[in-house]
T-cell receptor, first 120, second 112 residues
Framework: EAGVAQSPRYKIIEKRQSVAFWCNPI?????LYWYQQILGQGPKLLIQ????????DSQLPKDRFSAERLKGVDSTLKIQPAKLEDSAVYLC??????????????????FGPGTRLTVL | GESVGLHLPTLSVQEGDNSIINCAYS??????FIWYKQESGKGPQFIID?????DKRQGQRVTVLLNKTVKHLSLQIAATQPGDSAVYFC???????????FGSGTRLQVQP
């Protein structure tokens, strides 16, 4: 089974420039997550999709970050304009859908290798 | 809650010893906990999970202990091997949320 794919693996940009990251989840995984991992810290959720709908974007800096998953499969995360503090690894993860009631069943999240962004 | 800081706490052990990595969580509503292993340049990899109705769960060479009273989680690795060297994160979530809140991580270094 192929894992979560992300591209590019590395990106270096100057502040105020724009950048986009791409994620292809595991086939059949309806839930997709974007996490930001700053050096020395654990990943922090930015946005969660179920199919093509947003479930949770409460921690997404919406003035500069945007994400979409138009067809419910691949997703892109964009930063415009980038700031120095956006330097981090951006991780994409996917999981199977939990029951509609959201009951006490949890599906394992599978993470991609991440995109390391450096903002100069 | 989230931790800050550029320097991860480090646990250094000898090959063959047992390792214990600890984690404190803050959300009393969390009912599902996971340990992840992250090697350099890779995404986090699932190790073992535990639900809040359990105190202990064992896997292959790993054991997770949960103390809900003090909101503490630990990961025990038996007979630690060089391949276990990585950063280990605990993560928590609660019914209905699914997305994970990660702890600050511990770097495990295994000396041959």
């Amino acid at each position: 089974e192929a894992g979560v794919a992300q591209s590019p693996r590395y990106k270096i940009i100057e502040k105020r420039q724009s950048v986009a990251f791409w994620c292809n989840p595991i086939s059949g995984h309806a839930t997709l997550y974007w996490y930001q991992q700053i050096l020395g810290q654990g990943p922090k959720l930015l946005i969660q999709f179920q199919n093509n709908g947003v479930v949770d974007d409460s921690q997404l800096p919406k003035d500069r970050f945007s994400a979409e998953r138009l067809k419910g499969v691949d997703s892109t995360l964009k930063i415009q304009p980038a700031k120095l503090e956006d330097s981090a690894v951006y991780l994409c993860a996917s999981s199977l859908v939990v029951g509609a009631s959201g009951g006490a069943v949890y599906n394992e999240q599978f993470f991609g290798p991440g995109t390391r962004l450096t903002v100069l | 809650g989230e931790s800050v800081g550029l320097h991860l706490p480090t646990l250094s052990v000898q090959e063959g010893d047992n390792s214990i990595i600890n984690c404190a969580y803050s959300n009393s509503a969390s009912d599902y906990f996971i340990w992840y292993k992250q090697e350099s340049g890779k995404g986090p990899q699932f190790i073992i999970d535990i639900r809040s109705n359990m105190d202990k769960r064992q896997g292959q060479r790993v054991t997770v202990l949960l103390n809900k009273t003090v909101k503490h989680l630990s990961l025990q690795i038996a007979a630690t091997q060089p391949g276990d060297s990585a950063v280990y994160f605990c993560a928590e979530t609660y019914t209905g949320r699914r997305a994970l809140t990660f702890g600050s991580g511990t770097r495990l270094q295994v000396q041959p």
